[in-house]
Every structure is written in C-alpha cells, then in structure tokens.
C-alpha cells in the first residue's frame, strides 16, 4: 500500500488583511514561527518577497511569483511541480517518484502505471529528448545499448544492428540513406523473406547500372541511367501454375521472341528440349517440327545462306522410300516450279535390296531442271557419269533408271529400280538434293 505525508502550515487568520506576523528583510534569526523542540526550525525571511521553510539556511526556499528551490547543506536542487490540483499516487495523471524510477498513472486511475527507470550506471550516463512529438522507440531486451548481442541502436543517420554476437565481435549491420531531395517512403510488404541488396552507392530507379522492381516486374536501367527513358524490363504473365525459368551455368545471350505468349504447345512458339529445338508452327496443336542434331564428333557449322527459300531435307530415314521391284516410275521428289519461273538442281541417290545373302546396293547422281511459262512447266533430267550402274557381292546387280516428268505445275523426280534377282524383293531408296537457288522440295 503507498502512503503519502502531507504538511500543513496553519496561519492564523488576523483581524485585517494587512495584519499579521511581519518578518524584517533579511531575518534569518528571527523566527516568526518554529516547532517545538526542534530549535531553530521555523518560517525565515532572507530577502524581500522570499519564504524560507527550515533552519535559516537549508530547507524550502520559495521566491513569490517565481519557484521553490530544496537545499540540503551543499547541494541544491530544484522542486518537481505539478499543475494538477492533486498530484499523488494512483490518482490519474499523475507523476510520482519511487526507488530509482518515475511513476505515470495515466488517464485512468487503476493498478496499472507506466515506470520508467535506469539500469545501475557505471558511468555518467545521459539521455536527450529531442526538441520533437512523437514516440519513444522501445525493446523488448533487458538491455538495449550498443554491442549488446540482439541490440538495435541509432547512429547519425543510420541504425545499428548488433547481430545474435554483441560485445564479442565488431560487426554490425548499418542502415542508413543517402541525403534525400524529396519525401521518401520504403515499405516492408507483409511476408517473411531476404530483401535484395546491390553493390551499387545508389540503386534507384533511374540511375545508372540500376536495378528495381514495378508492378510484377523487375527493371534494369542499363549504363546510361537518368539521360534516358529506356530500360529492359522482365515480367512474366499471369501464371495458371507453378513455372520455373533457369539461366543456365553458362555465360551467353537469351533468345528473346517477339510472341506475346512464347511457350510449349502455344501458336507460332518455339521452345528447346533435350539436344533440340520445337516450332509448334500455326495450329497448337500435338505436332511440330523438330530441330535436332546427331551427337557431334567434331565442331560443326550448318550456314543458312542470305537468301529466301524452303530447306532441303538431307537423306536417310527421313527421305527413305519403299519401292516395288521393277514397278513402273514411281514419284520420290517433286520440285515445285513457279509461274514464270525455274528451278535446277542435283540429286545424289543411293538404293538397296537384300535377298538371304545377296547384299545389292546402286548410286548415282542426276542433274534436273525446270521452266515454268505462264503456268506451263517443262522438266528434263540429265545423269551424272555411270548413274545407274549397281553393285554387289555376287554376280547380281540393281539398277535404277530416272525421269525428271510434269506433275501439275511441278516437276515430278521419279524412279525405276530392277534387281535382277529371282522373285520380287523389297527395295528402299535415299537421295539428297542439293540446289544453288531456293526451292521446295516434297517427298510423296
């Protein structure tokens, strides 16, 4: 329970009020009251409009109109005051001293008061309020000060955060901010995470070699910053699941596309696999082309020349076609002609046929051309050396005769092969054409 002692100095009222106990100016011996037995203790005046309340020297000392100062044999100190018409403990607002604090009641007068006081100092300590409004910074630490482990403190410009090691180390982590020339404002969003640091002096939006971040999107301003409005800017679009994009370990250039979706299965996009790249082509749908390579035994370069056209397809599988022993000629490519145009080429062909052990193979080369007037094409055909002739490891021999025959407005490359072989036996064809001029190939 708190206790309070309270003084009162009774005056007698007197007659008039100009009548009473008048002290001469600078009475520090005459007492105009005193307490018995307590000699010496009473109400002195030292100077004109000045009580003193105790032995002449040491005690109460008040000015009229002015303050009230304690003095306690060498040591003088002020009084607290207070403006309210009661002030003591637990009334509400109220501010009381108790051992090595100050007691704040607060607007309601109840069991709760705010305390503010000092650890034990080892040295003169001082702490300033600055000559603002506003709130105290506070820590939940038993002690907050500096190179105390978990501390945070302030600096000029800055804050200090000691770390989970105070006192042992000399580290710590500083925030601080360049001298602004506007109102700024940084926000922590309410998530858990890293924020992203730079090594730039000033990462700003704007600045040179800059890097920041917009509406789901992450900006770099490039080298020259500020003189300019360009910059590149990465975002994704509304993702309908979890994506992941990888740069790879490995210095480069990013293939960019001009498509706004570039993406698996979407229309017109092209994306990589496994040792090759997909063109998904016009329809989204289960097909695309496929750009791949066989596993290099040495560097390899494949040079698209500066020119307009449809690729040829090389031979093997790809170009492989079944034929029936000494059919009649069968189409294996067809050139297409333009109106008013032409084409020319070399086609380089080789073809197989296998009974039990009879391995049968023939190659050859031809050279074909075509000419196109007003929708009329012509198409000829002219063999290269012994084409035609065939091989083998017995005495049989294949043989494949070629015509170069008008197919609508293209030029049908067709094909007879005979083996001289008892019965019919399955024959398959490869060939690869080569041209100095683009033009279109198709293999029915």
């Not at 520090?28 to 037995?37: A, E, P, R, V, Y």
């Not at 560097?299 to 449809?310: F, W």
């Not at 490519?333 to 008013?340: I, L, S």
């Amino acid at each position: 329970m708190k206790k309070a002692l309270f003084l009162f100095l009774l005056i007698p009222e007197l007659a008039s009020a100009q009548s009473g106990v008048i002290l001469p100016e600078g009475s520090n011996t005459l007492k105009s009251l005193h307490m018995k037995g307590y000699p010496g203790l009473g109400i002195y005046s030292p100077s004109a409009g000045v009580i003193l309340f105790g032995n002449g020297t040491d005690g109460i000392s008040c000015t009229w109109g002015g303050s009230c100062t304690l003095s306690m044999g060498a040591v003088a100190t002020g009084i607290m005051v207070s403006t309210l018409a009661t002030n003591a403990p637990d009334v509400a607002a109220s501010v009381w001293g108790v051992s090595n604090r100050l007691d704040f009641e607060g607007a309601t007068a109840n069991d709760y008061e705010t305390e503010l006081t000092v650890a034990d100092p080892t040295a003169d300590r001082l702490l300033t309020f600055p000559d603002a409004t506003g709130t105290v910074f506070i820590s939940t630490l038993a002690t907050n000060a500096p190179d105390v482990a978990n501390s945070v403190w302030g600096i000029s410009n800055s804050l200090v955060f000691e770390g989970a090691t105070g006192g042992a180390d000399a580290f710590e982590t500083s925030v601080t901010v360049v001298d602004p020339t506007a109102d700024r404002t940084f926000t922590l969003p309410n998530a858990s995470g890293v924020p992203v640091i730079s090594s730039l002096s000033t990462n700003a939006p704007d600045a040179a070699n800059s890097i920041w971040t917009g509406t789901n999107e992450v900006v770099f301003e490039g080298a020259t910053g500020g003189a300019d409005a360009f910059e590149t800017t990465i975002t994704p679009v509304d993702p309908t699941a979890d994506n992941v994009i990888t740069l790879p370990n490995a210095t480069g250039t990013v293939m960019v596309s001009t498509l706004a979706s570039n993406a698996p299965d979407a229309a017109h996009s092209i994306w990589g696999v496994q040792g090759a790249l997909y063109f998904e082509g016009t329809t989204a749908n289960e097909f695309e082309t496929v750009l791949s390579t066989t596993d290099a035994t040495a560097d390899r370069s494949i040079v698209l020349p500066n020119a307009a056209g449809t690729v040829f397809l090389t031979g093997g599988a790809n170009n492989a076609k079944s034929l029936t022993d000494a059919a009649a000629a069968t189409p294996y490519a067809v050139v297409a002609v333009a109106t008013n145009g032409w084409i020319a080429g070399e086609l380089e062909w080789t073809a197989t046929s296998v009974s039990g052990a009879d391995q049968l193979v023939a190659n050859g080369a031809i050279r074909y051309w075509g000419t196109d007037t007003a929708g009329t094409p012509v198409c000829g055909i002219n063999k290269i050396g012994t084409d035609g002739e065939g091989h083998s490891g017995g005495a049989n021999t294949l043989v494949c005769t070629w015509t170069n025959v008008v197919s609508t407005t293209n030029c049908a490359l067709s094909v007879t092969c005979t083996n001289d072989l008892a019965g019919s036996q399955a024959i398959t064809l490869y060939g690869v054409p080569r041209s100095q001029i683009a033009q279109t190939v198709t293999y029915p």
